[in-house]
């Protein structure tokens, strides 16, 4: 009965998400204490804030799934500290062996606690793009996390997936189905879903924001993000989404903000070059629609900027 009471909570009320939320698990480095969604599949939820010292770093969100033959995990966590804070959690629960590891991209946030669960001689997954990226920018991100959370960051390294795959990676055990699927091109190199289609719920990863902007990389084509979206996750039709920030929900909430946020964005940016308007002025075209969203203050004009330097040659 609590899971049906908690389902219809998850498809009718968005939770609140604030940047000014004080750390809601004093206890333990994880910015939240990990709830089961649905039965069997448990997630901690990261701030809807950026990556500070308060939060450890950890601001997206860190999954697993117990199957009844081991648990899966989604993203090795953004340190070391945070993946061990994690495990700690998974055998509070259950006696199951941690027996996978998905990074939903090659992100720090996804891959430096990876440097945990290899000296545990668990089984690493991402998608060759997501490897790519962190095997060359892996340095970078683990000095930034050392600078930002301190202490916190002590043990982390970087660590390669152990193994990879392009298009799709299916796990079946215990009583679950589980396929990690490349969808195309998203947010960044190699964002990968995890989808369980006998339960209805996808992890979304990056390609499914929640409560918070979306960040534009210079590497994110928004064009492509949208078509992928249209193409193959939207046809997921998926009943429950935990995204890569933000609580679980439905796939209404994280259209509105994700696809349909990109929508608006490139529509405002297209206007504003049909009328001769420069990068200057396109940093403020009118995104207050969106101005709820946790991270609109540090988010919205750089992303309006990088719009405007795609759409500027498309």
């Known amino acids: 009965m609590k899971h049906a009471i908690l389902a219809f909570a998850l498809l009718t009320t968005p939770a609140v998400a604030s940047e000014d939320i004080a750390d809601q698990y004093p206890g333990s480095v994880l910015y939240s204490k990990p709830y089961e969604v649905i039965p069997g599949v448990f997630s901690a939820i990261g701030a809807t804030a950026p990556p500070t010292y308060e939060n450890a770093g950890h601001n997206n969100n860190l999954s697993f799934i117990i199957t009844g033959d081991g648990v899966v995990v989604i993203n090795g966590g953004a340190s070391y500290q945070l993946a061990e804070a994690l495990h700690l959690e998974i055998k509070a629960i259950t006696d ?6 998905f990074n939903e991209n090659g992100q720090g946030h996804a891959m ?3 440097s945990y669960w290899a000296d545990l001689g668990v089984e690493i997954l991402a ?7 962190f095997e060359a920018h892996g340095g970078q991100s683990l000095r930034a996390a050392q600078e930002r959370v301190k202490e916190q960051a002590d043990d982390t390294r970087v660590v390669l997936p152990t193994q990879t795959f392009e298009d799709s990676y299916v796990v079946e055990m215990g009583d679950m189905r589980i396929e990690a699927l490349y969808l195309g091109p998203s947010h960044s190199p190699g964002d990968i879903v995890i989808w369980l ?3 209805g719920l996808v992890l979304a990863g990056d390609m499914a924001f929640h409560e918070r902007m979306l960040p534009i990389f210079e590497h994110t084509m928004t064009a492509d993000w ?3 979206w249209d193409a193959a996750f939207e046809p997921l039709n998926a009943t429950y989404v935990i995204p890569g920030h933000g609580h679980p929900t439905n796939m209404d909430q ?7 946020y990109l929508v608006y964005l490139r529509a405002k940016i297209g206007a504003h070059l049909e ?8 940093y403020y075209v009118d995104q207050s629609p969106y101005a709820n969203l946790d991270t609109f203050e540090e988010l919205a004009t750089k992303n309006a900027g990088r ?3 795609q759409m500027e040659f498309e």
Do not use: F
């Open 96 to 101: 199951q062996p941690v027996k996978l590891v």
């Open 112 to 114: 430096l606690g990876n």
């Open 127 to 133: 998608h060759v793009d997501a490897a790519a990226d």
């Open 197 to 199: 289609p006998e339960k």
């Open 226 to 228: 949208i078509d992928t």
């Open 254 to 260: 994280v259209r509105r903000y994700t696809r349909d």
């Open 275 to 282: 009328n001769d308007g420069d990068l200057a002025s396109a």
């Open 307 to 309: 719009v405007y330097e």
